[in-house]
């Protein structure tokens, strides 16, 4: 089973709509980052967060990390079709042996309708 | 500044083949990992430099290798390329290496 679970897998909204992402795990979380991908291409950065409870937020997109440290949200508000694209968790799971290592969530696909 | 390159961006090539992928990192940056994307297993990691030395390793076989050069800048090399090879080669650098990671936008390689 994966270590890092997102849902949903996919997402169709209409454009205007809020949406929200979800990515859970089993373990503490050292660090999580939220990235955007456009199909075949790199992964543009988002927001990290690292504290129990810490909420940020980015023109329109706001991620929080509860405060157990192994649920992360990412909230759209007022989507548009600039949004659309895969966005995928990524998380520190900690440990020495763990140095740059990221465990990744498999994605949730983002199509906004106009 | 300018991004993390990748080159090349396309790579087609056979079955028992080799190849070697390269990575700038971005400048002032010491810490690159590599990671595989596939539909099916996802962004998974496969290693990680730092200032030279290998400090992690995922679970590939001994045919994915790495290197990193004193100016930071990474290769990897997979060598008697298979099928399931195929993938999306992504590099990622960061200025240390618990600090945010920034990406290259991919070498997608092809193995037929």
């Known amino acids: 089973s994966q270590e890092l679970e997102q849902s949903p897998q996919s997402l169709i909204v209409q454009e205007g709509k809020n949406l929200t992402i979800n990515c859970t795990s089993s373990?503490?979380?050292?660090?999580l980052y939220w990235y955007k991908q456009k199909y075949g291409e790199g992964l543009i950065f988002l927001m990290m967060?690292?504290?129990?409870?810490e909420e940020k937020s980015h023109e329109k997109i706001t991620a929080k990390l509860d405060e157990k440290k192994q649920q992360s949200s990412l909230h759209i508000t007022a989507s548009q079709p600039s949004h659309a694209g895969i966005y995928l968790c990524?998380?520190?799971?900690?440990?020495?042996?763990?140095?740059?290592?990221?465990?990744f969530g498999q994605g949730t696909t983002l199509q906004v309708k106009p | 500044k300018a991004g993390v390159t990748q080159t090349p961006r396309y790579l087609i090539k056979t079955r028992g083949q080799q190849v070697t992928l390269s990575c700038s990192p971005i400048?002032?940056?010491?810490?690159v990992s590599w990671y595989q994307q596939t539909p099916g297993q996802g962004l998974q990691f496969l290693f990680e430099?730092?200032?030279?030395?290998?400090?992690n390793k995922g679970n590939f076989p001994g045919r994915f290798s790495g290197r990193q050069f004193s100016n930071s800048r990474s290769e990897m090399n997979v060598s008697t390329l298979e099928l399931g090879d195929s993938a999306l080669y992504l590099c990622?650098?960061?200025?240390?290496?618990?600090?945010?990671?920034?990406f290259g936008p991919g070498t997608r390689l092809t193995v037929l």
């Open positions: 990622a650098s960061s200025r240390l290496s618990r600090d945010t990671q920034y």
């Open positions: 373990k503490t979380l050292y660090g």
């Open positions: 967060l690292q504290k129990g409870g």
């Open positions: 990524g998380a520190d799971i900690g440990g020495s042996g763990n140095t740059g290592k990221l465990i």
């Open positions: 400048s002032g940056h010491r810490s």
């Open positions: 430099y730092f200032s030279e030395t290998q400090r």
